[in-house]
């Protein structure tokens, strides 16, 4: 390995246990990192400035940041909220009917949604609910970001991974609903079966005041319904050609992009709010990560990967698959997902180079990094949510409570996924 | 708990009420709660046993101990027409045993001199209604409300002063 590739090398792997290590803003430590990258690039004249640029996916960033604009416009609108009274208000207030609806919403939102947003915005109105109906709201705050995380895993914007996996593999909409959708559905129906049993005590309480649930108003809970509907019809168009973009031969990013500029449009928001809304952060750390990952290659550190992958075609890729799933799952349960993600892509690609049928390997990376973010509280930021909001309340999510009720969920989902990943794997 | 405005009153001292109910800082939650059902007053300066203040517990610090968790997180609750459950939730004996420090905020006082406009201001801007007056020595002198303080600064107008 020349100095090129032993310094950069050394940049990509001090900056992710800066990341890992949470000591300082993942965004800081990531996009310090990335200069860094460059100026040995420019100083060793292996990376400058212009390939760094280009080596930012922007597609994917195109594609978060689209699905960013449209979920800003319609949070102010209630529509979270409106969907959550509705749930509870066909539960009719029976604790276990609650859970399975919430459980629902949650999912199909996070599946089309980010995560995060999702969590952020049906919390409050989940705590509402369990606080009226005078029954614990400890189950449903964990089930909603488990299964979000779980359900998140399903399709191609469900999850910043899937996003990176996509774009990398250059996978469609539809390949996730065909390949990951059926696996994500079995673990996510074991995950809330198995919720259910572990919450069985807390689910069987009667509530004190089913009355009071049924006197939620939905109409009044959704603040703006025209503005609602106007996003609602923009997020639909735009939902149904994700499932089309392949034979347009429109890229996802073109399609969710496409759709927050007619949804501003139509709109005419207040721009400041909705860009307040943005994760920034979020995407200056992918494309820092993007850069820094460009450093590695034109340093030449992926050649030399694929080089130490060439006998990597005689395992049993079964196994080698299975095993991807289980240690990027723990990897994930204890640090963020996305750039052990972004870390793995050029890992799998070299694989591909040596060889190896890499489409299954893709599929691997992505239940690993969903599934695994469930392990821990600090596994995802929708679970960090949730126990953030419980903390301000009486009755706060403990780590060891996650422990004895997420860390099954995660291995359940590892277990299922791993099964169908074997049983499946000519499918994939 | 008798007000004493004076028509030439320049200063705090002339317009606070100077029989103050206040508790001790030994008190308990439960005990607060029972001398503001008794008293009907809105807020209790915390006294040490020789009467210097040491803070101020709210009726509405109280009150909080009671409101649902919710509220601090849902902006507009004009949908939720009953509160049900939580309408009948009341603090554990665990809460109410609990010392009148651990509710206890740090206050914001006068001393007995300060002027009627300054008062006002500090009271408006930290949201007050009522505030402890203190002496040099930071006993506890009397309490001054905002109808006390505003009262006071507009009988000089009466005047045509």
Known sequence: MN????????????????????????????????????????????????????????????????????????????????????????????????????????????????????????????????????????????????????????????????????????????????????????????????????????????????????????????????????????????????????????????????????????????????????????????????????????????ESIIGLFRGASSVNPILFGVCLIWVVASLSAVVDNIPITIALIPVIHGFGEAGMNVTPLWWALAFGAGFGGNGTIIGSTANIIVVTLSEKTRTPITAALWMRRGLPVMLAACVIASILYTIFYNWF | MKSKPKSDAVGIRDCMKSNVISISETATLREAAAIFVKKHIGILPVVDKNNKLVGVVGLSDLLNLELPDFVRFIEDLDFVHDFGAVETTRPTAKILDKPIKSLMKEAVTVEEDCGLLRAYALMLQHNLHDMPVISKSRELAGIASRVDVGASILSAWEKGE
């Not at chain 1, 460059?38 to 594609?63: C, P």
């Not at chain 1, 609108?77 to 399975?100: D, E, I, N, W």
């Not at chain 1, 947003?117 to 509402?128: C, F, G, K, Q, R």
């Not at chain 1, 390949?175 to 919450?199: C, E, K, M, N, Q």
Request: aromatic share 8%; proline share 4%.
């Open chain 1, 3 to 302: 100095v090129a590739a032993l310094l950069s090398s050394l940049i990509f792997v001090a900056t992710l246990v800066l990341i890992f290590t949470e000591k300082i803003n993942r965004m800081i430590v990531s996009f310090a990192g990335g200069m860094l990258m460059v100026t040995a690039g420019q100083v060793l004249h292996f990376y400058e400035m212009e390939s760094a640029i280009e080596a930012i996916d922007f597609e994917t960033l195109g594609l978060l940041m689209g699905m960013m604009i449209i979920v800003a416009m319609l949070e102010p609108t209630g529509f979270f909220q409106y969907l959550a009274v509705l749930a509870a208000r066909a539960s009719k207030g029976k604790p276990m009917r609650l859970f399975v609806l919430l459980g629902i919403v949650t999912t199909l939102l996070s599946m089309f949604l980010d995560n995060v947003t999702t969590v952020v915005l049906i919390a409050p109105i989940t705590l509402l609910i369990c606080e009226i109906l005078g029954v614990s709201a400890i189950p449903y705050l964990m089930t909603e970001a488990l299964l979000s995380n779980t359900g998140g895993v399903a399709t191609l914007v469900g999850d910043p991974p899937n996003v990176l996996i996509g774009s990398a593999a250059g996978f469609s909409f539809n390949d996730f609903l065909v390949h990951s959708l059926p696996i994500v559905a079995v673990a996510w129906l074991g995950a809330l079966l198995l919720l259910r049993y572990l919450f069985k005590k807390e689910l069987s309480k009667r509530p004190r005041s089913v009355r009071a649930v049924m006197k939620l108003n939905p109409a009044q809970s959704l603040n703006e319904p025209e503005t609602a509907k106007k996003i609602l019809i923009v997020l639909g168009a735009a939902i149904l050609l994700f499932f089309v973009h392949h034979l347009l031969d429109v890229e996802p990013a073109f399609v969710a992009l496409g759709a927050a500029a007619v949804a501003m449009l139509w709109v005419q928001p207040d721009v400041h709010e909705v860009l307040k809304k943005i994760e920034w952060s979020v995407l200056v750390f992918f494309g820092a990560l993007f850069v820094m990952v460009g450093g590695l290659e034109k340093a030449g550190v992926l």
